[in-house]
């Protein structure tokens, strides 16, 4: 059974850092995972995914400022965001897919981070 | 980047009624093309790939057709349970895109 648990949200200040964990278990290790966010009654956007280590993509909207990476040891993944702004505010989930053309065929239940002073 | 536009954003429907909510891409592609339902509070839930392939385990009222730059999703006869939001997704690539959502109200 495929389970994706999310944490590390918080409230952070405009300018500040966070990093973000999912914790992955039930597929191998080489699938695509992603970063999928949800502003506050807003729809969902897509964020990142990493195919594999040196494979890694990103929406214009984080490139820069944020970087996905795995750790194969700990069935890990993480998404380290630099540089929040008030409009990174939003529920951010973790989905298995979106490498390889194949869509997003289970979610976390998601980690909600606050950029606000 | 492949913009994709739901429509319509909000549908008010009663138990038994076929639904079509329809989403149209910018550009034409290779149906990459998944539907979500989402319900408040809750991740969102994989119903259909590859634009007309259900997802294991997803009643087969739920089914999707289109190709090229217009595609559907169908709900017939809608049941309690469907009342949620509904997303269209492309994956043709490295840069994913949503539809905008379409609600599913209870008439």
Known sequence: ????????????????????????????????????????????????????????????????????????????????????????TAMYYCAKGGGAYTPFDHWGQGTLVTVSS | DIQMTQFPSTLSASVGDRVTITCRASESFNNRLAWYQQKPGKAPILLIYKASTLQSGVPSRFSGSGSGTEFTLTITSLQPDDFATYYCQQYDGYSLTFGGGTKVEIK
């Open chain 1, 1 to 88: 059974e495929v389970q994706l648990l999310e944490s590390g949200g918080g409230l952070v200040q405009p300018g500040g850092s966070l990093r973000l964990s999912c914790v992955a278990s039930g597929f191998p290790p080489n699938h695509a995972v992603s970063w999928v966010r949800q502003a506050p009654g807003k729809g969902l956007e897509w964020v990142s995914v990493i195919v594999s280590d040196d494979d890694t993509y990103y929406a214009h909207s984080v490139k820069g400022r944020f970087t996905i990476s795995w750790d194969n040891a700990k069935s890990t993944l993480y998404l380290q965001m630099n540089s929040l702004r008030d409009e990174d």
